[in-house]
């Protein structure tokens, strides 16, 4: 069946480097995805998304990068803070039915 | 301001007893979903409704019972049938068009985390 997931578990890095977070996806009927953070019992806070029709979309420290050819999907986070330290999820919406498919989740920890 | 609210933050239920979660936005968003979050899991959809009266399975129904006699309101009720509800909760509510980027995004309430006693 379709599904989103993730590559890497688990990442950890030092204060100030960047981080990247990976995402597969196998819809390719995809046309929008979305990066949300997760902090330990809240719930899911939207950082950034993008629609199929585009490569790359940037934010306040953060760049999405969407490669169609290979259903890939990544999370660029600069100058990492301990405060970005949180499960990262990846979601996408294919076709008309409005139904978000969530991926596993990657813990990033920031050291300090 | 504008949010989505859920309560309460913690519930705890007897084995057989139905119990019901509260959701409720002011976003003016037309869609509402509930999912369900096990630890060290993604979200897996329970219902969601893209407009008042009505609503559609999501991929973890069974269980489960919703209603959406309101716009802002979506309270999910955990049946005596769902075997295993210890989980955490969340609602997420959003609009429904597709000219803009971001009009789709999801947003979430704080959740609602239910245990079984």
């Known amino acids: 069946g379709e599904s989103v997931g993730l590559h890497l578990p688990t990442l950890s890095v030092q204060e100030g480097d960047n981080s990247i977070i990976n995402c597969a996806y196998s819809?390719?009927?995809?046309?929008?995805f979305i990066w949300y953070k997760q902090e330990s019992g809240k719930g899911p806070q939207f950082i950034i998304d993008?629609?199929?029709?585009?490569d790359k979309r940037q934010g306040q420290r953060v760049t999405v990068l969407l490669n169609k050819t290979v259903k890939h999907l990544s999370l660029q986070i600069a100058a990492t803070q301990p405060g970005d330290s949180a499960v990262y999820f990846c979601?996408?919406?294919?076709?008309?039915?409005?139904?978000?498919?969530f991926g596993k989740g990657t813990l990033l920890t920031v050291n300090p | 301001d504008g949010g989505i609210t859920q309560s309460p933050k913690y519930l705890f239920r007897k084995e057989g007893q139905n119990v019901t979660l509260s959701c409720e936005q002011n976003?003016?968003?037309?869609?509402m979903y509930w999912y369900r979050q096990d630890p060290g899991q993604g979200l897996r959809l329970i219902y969601y409704?893209?407009?008042?009266?009505?609503?559609q399975k999501g991929d973890i129904a069974e269980g489960y019972s919703v209603s959406r006699e309101k716009k802002e309101s979506f309270p999910l009720t955990v049946t005596s049938a769902q075997k295993n509800p210890t989980a955490f909760y969340l609602c997420?509510?959003?609009?429904?068009?597709?000219?803009?980027?971001?009009?789709?995004?999801?947003?979430f309430g704080p959740g609602t985390r239910l245990t079984v006693l």
């Open positions: 997420a509510s959003s609009n429904l068009g597709l000219a803009v980027p971001s009009t789709d995004t999801q947003y």
């Open positions: 819809n390719s009927a995809s046309d929008y």
């Open positions: 993008i629609r199929s029709n585009m």
């Open positions: 979601a996408e919406i294919g076709g008309s039915n409005y139904k978000l498919t």
């Open positions: 976003l003016n968003h037309d869609a």
């Open positions: 409704s893209q407009i008042v009266n009505d609503f």
